[in-house]
T-cell receptor, first 110, second 117 residues
Framework: DQQVKQNSPSLSVQEGRISILNCDYTNSMFDYFLWYKKYPAEGPTFLISISSIKDKNEDGRFTVFLNKSAKHLSLHIVPSQPGDSAVYFCAASGNEKLTFGTGTRLTIIP | GAGVSQSPRYKVAKRGQDVALRCDPISGHVSLFWYQQALGQGPEFLTYFQNEAQLDKSGLPSDRFFAERPEGSVSTLKIQRTQQEDSAVYLC???????????????FGPGTRLTVL
């Protein structure tokens, strides 16, 4: 039973355009959501987070949106840059431990 | 150190061997977590420490897996009698607070890739 789902295994976006990565969850007890970025042979790097009491959090080029009623969150990257090419994991927390999605591989096309 | 470090980065073991994986968390971080990441999957929770106390070990797949953090800093994940299905990347993460609830960011190390032949 997958509690956090990333239904798009891969996404390709032109450099300079917006990248939108999506994530759905089923457990309403989750109250904190994070996005991690992962390069090959490295551990996940924290990118941005959002508490369940908010619906938007912005940090530079990265914005995370949370729709609690739909149990859906998304990560927007604007403008997309070649260095953004990586695997992005959505994660949710409700009791200290994180539950991860399976990841979306983002490729930025120059 | 500046970040979470793990050693070794790569480990090859013959089936039936015991292995020990080490994690050095960020200095001063109270909480420490171990995750297992299979190929093509997201990390999955194994166990959690607050200082030296192991508060949650619900994710450990069998009694062959054992973790400790005796002095509340460095942690070791031990796998006894390794099996081929244990092949995965083992990730360690630490966070600043203890009992801080969900809203405490976890910072990950580079992982140890374990291959069991």
């Amino acid at each position: 039973d997958q509690q956090v789902k990333q239904n798009s295994p891969s996404l390709s976006v032109q450099e300079g355009r917006i990248s939108i990565l999506n994530c759905d969850y089923t457990n309403s007890m989750f109250d904190y959501f994070l996005w991690y970025k992962k390069y090959p042979a490295e551990g996940p790097t924290f990118l941005i987070s959002i508490s369940s009491i908010k619906d938007k959090n912005e940090d530079g080029r990265f914005t995370v949106f949370l729709n609690k009623s739909a149990k859906h969150l998304s990560l927007h990257i604007v403008p997309s840059q070649p260095g953004d090419s990586a695997v992005y994991f959505c994660a949710a927390s409700g009791n200290e431990k994180l539950t991860f999605g399976t990841g979306t591989r983002l490729t930025i096309i120059p | 150190g500046a970040g979470v470090s793990q050693s070794p980065r790569y480990k090859v073991a013959k089936r039936g061997q015991d292995v020990a994986l080490r994690c050095d968390p960020i200095s001063g971080h109270v909480s420490l977590f171990w995750y297992q990441q299979a190929l093509g999957q997201g990390p999955e929770f194994l166990t959690y420490f607050q200082n030296e106390a192991q508060l949650d070990k619900s994710g450990l797949p069998s009694d062959r897996f054992f973790a400790e953090r005796p002095e509340g800093s460095v942690s070791t994940l031990k796998i006894q009698r390794t099996q081929q299905e244990d092949s995965a990347v083992y990730l360690c993460a630490s966070s600043r607070l203890g009992g801080g609830g969900s809203t405490d960011t976890q910072y990950f190390g580079p992982g140890t890739r374990l291959t069991v032949l």
